[in-house]
């Protein structure tokens, strides 16, 4: 099955400090990515779809210049988490559609914890 | 607003003997629908899909069943094993023929006892 790798898979960072995760889809091209954030014991949450060459759409509620998405290939993602705060502390996950055959199903990431202090 | 509910935060069930579980929606435009399996700190794993056009798909142990006039759909998983235990989450979207945001259910926790 397609494989979606993130880095890094833990970070902790001082309040007010950025973090940039990354999202690679490794044996397929991903035109589209997605980032979930998941708080304990809850749903994934979706945050934004990341398209590559434009800008991503951010749902309802999530702060688009402090969560900045860059797509810039068709197998990296970038989730940039700007002067993070303690309250941004969550587990967050890509995903990537499988290319025009699958494209309804979502191959996701190890995820990333972040931990903010 | 949740679209897609899971009713049952948890479920246990011995090993050999059916695990069933059960995801509601209510978005009447949601067409298709897939369920994934979570295991703590990692991503989730993609199990089964099953499109609105159908009510069954099968592969392996796994079962989806949906019912259209119940907004209602369930996972069957049969023979259980202890390797079966993680957070199964249902998922559900709708068919654009291109890439298309999942809506998560809250997922169950299934434990599969020996």
């Known amino acids: 099955g397609a494989v979606v790798s993130q880095h890094p898979s833990r970070v902790i960072c001082k309040s007010g400090t950025s973090v940039k995760i990354e999202c690679r889809s490794l044996?397929?091209?991903?035109?589209?990515m997605f980032w979930y954030r998941q708080f304990p014991k809850q749903s994934l949450m979706l945050m934004a779809t990341?398209?590559?060459?434009?800008?991503?759409?951010?749902e309802q509620g999530v702060e688009k210049d402090k969560f900045l998405i860059n797509h810039a290939s068709l197998t990296l993602s970038t989730l940039t988490v700007t002067s993070a705060h303690p309250e941004d502390s969550s587990f967050y996950i890509c995903?990537?559609?499988?290319?025009?055959?699958?494209?309804?199903?979502?191959?996701f990431g190890p995820g990333t914890r972040l931990t903010v202090l | 607003d949740q679209q897609v509910k899971q009713n049952s935060p948890s479920l246990s069930v011995q090993e050999g003997r059916i695990s069933i579980l059960n995801c509601d929606y209510t978005?009447?435009?949601?067409?298709?629908f897939l369920w994934y399996k979570k295991y703590p700190a990692e991503g989730p794993t993609f199990l089964i899909s099953?499109?609105?056009?159908?009510d069954k798909n099968e592969d392996g142990r796994f079962t989806v069943f949906l019912n259209k006039s119940a907004k209602h759909l369930s996972l069957h998983i049969v023979p259980s094993q202890p390797g079966d235990s993680a957070v199964y989450f249902c998922?559900?979207?709708?068919?654009?023929?291109?890439?298309?945001?999942?809506?998560f259910g809250t997922g169950t926790r299934l434990q599969v006892t020996l």
């Open positions: 099953i499109s609105s056009i159908k």
């Open positions: 998922a559900a979207t709708v068919n654009t023929g291109t890439a298309s945001k999942l809506t």
């Open positions: 978005n009447s435009m949601f067409d298709y």
């Open positions: 990341s398209n590559e060459g434009s800008k991503a759409t951010y």
């Open positions: 044996d397929f091209q991903a035109t589209t």
């Open positions: 995903s990537a559609n499988g290319g025009i055959e699958s494209y309804n199903e979502q191959f």
